[in-house]
DNA sequence: AAGCAGGGGACGT
DNA sequence: ACGTCCCCTGCT
């Protein structure tokens, strides 16, 4: 077990921010994450954080996926001291509120094929049913891990891999409540497997590169590719623009000469121009403030709602 | 109770 | 720049 006292980490926050899928809350602070083929028990306690494995464990894998070792104060205090590229008062006031809510959400770096398959399927559903999507791939396509700790036995399954997807062939997706997704599913999973690239590939490159190069698979658009970048690829540039985000860009950010059309019918195009602009403070790590503006307006709508 | 609208989009004349 | 696509959910 590794026990540390760790500044900017929510684990429930994070659990609920929408970048992972495969993660639970067991009971009151204690956590399951599940990523590729590993599974992780995480509790949080009187301020301090356990991780339930191997220092060496720890080291090698968790400190990364968690994203421990970058220095959030940093990006936390350049939002309350820098000017923003554009002059709209309301919208650094907003940007303030959200950072004081979400700062203690770390952008994960998990595994870039289970990015891709999990947003592809992420695309026009809500989260719970994107979980039982993933849930049901993971229990027909991945492997069973069976583990005996002390009198319990549980079964666990873990992402598969594109091989095991192909390999059912273009009918082997059904019964998944998938839709239209199963055929985007199958042919990213045979173009992934017969190109036989490894997660380096894709971080080699520049985001642009990557973007670009996730765009052309089936059922990878921009937004898509912009999560697998951000969540997966560790380009923290990224900013994945979806309806929520949207509307708060148009809401907060916009000036008025840009609103001649409703904010769902801009195209994101647009809204990337907003965003380079208005955010010009935070370049390197934009993408960690997509994560402030985007939890903090899911509370907001959230809260309008009781 | 059946019917409708909409959901962290992608793709195609 | 538009409609269409599958399937689920929540609302009425």
């Known amino acids: 077990m590794v026990e540390k006292v760790i500044e900017f980490f929510n684990l429930r926050k994070i659990m609920n921010s929408g970048q992972i899928f495969r993660m639970y809350e067991d009971g009151e602070g204690i956590f399951t994450v599940y990523s590729s083929d590993r599974r992780l028990k995480v509790k949080e306690k009187d301020g301090k954080i356990f991780f339930y494995c191997s220092e060496e464990e720890f080291e090698s894998c968790w400190e990364d996926f968690f994203d421990l070792k970058r220095d959030y104060g940093s990006i936390v205090q350049r939002a309350y001291t820098e000017p923003l590229g554009n002059a709209l008062p309301k919208g650094r006031d907003f940007l303030k509120a959200a950072c004081t809510y979400a700062s203690d959400i770390r952008i994960l770096n998990q595994n870039v094929w289970e990015m891709m398959i999990s947003f592809i399927i992420s695309q026009q559903k809500q989260i719970p049913s994107i979980r039982k999507c993933i849930e049901a791939l993971c229990e027909r396509f991945g492997t069973k891990h069976t583990e005996i700790n002390g009198e319990a036995a549980e079964t666990w399954y873990g992402f ?62 921009e937004k898509v590719a912009d999560c697998v970048c951000l969540f997966g690829c560790g380009f923290s540039d990224a900013f994945p623009i979806d309806v929520h985000i949207k509307e708060v860009l148009y809401r907060e950010f916009f000036d008025e000469s840009g609103k001649r059309a409703p904010f769902d019918r801009i195209p994101y195009s647009e809204y990337m121009t907003v965003i380079d602009k208005s955010f010009a403070p935070f370049s390197g790590v934009k993408g960690i403030v997509q994560q402030w503006i985007f939890a903090y307006e899911l509370t907001l709508k959230s809260n309008k709602r009781k």
């Open 160 to 221: 598969p891999d594109a091989g095991a997807i192909a390999s059912a062939g273009p009918e082997g997706l059904k019964g998944l409540s998938l839709g239209y997704r199963e055929r985007y599913i199958y042919e990213t999973a045979v173009r992934y497997l017969s190109e036989g690239k490894t997660e380096s590939f894709y971080k080699n490159m520049t985001y642009e590169q990557a973007r670009k190069y996730l765009c052309t698979f089936s059922g990878i658009g």
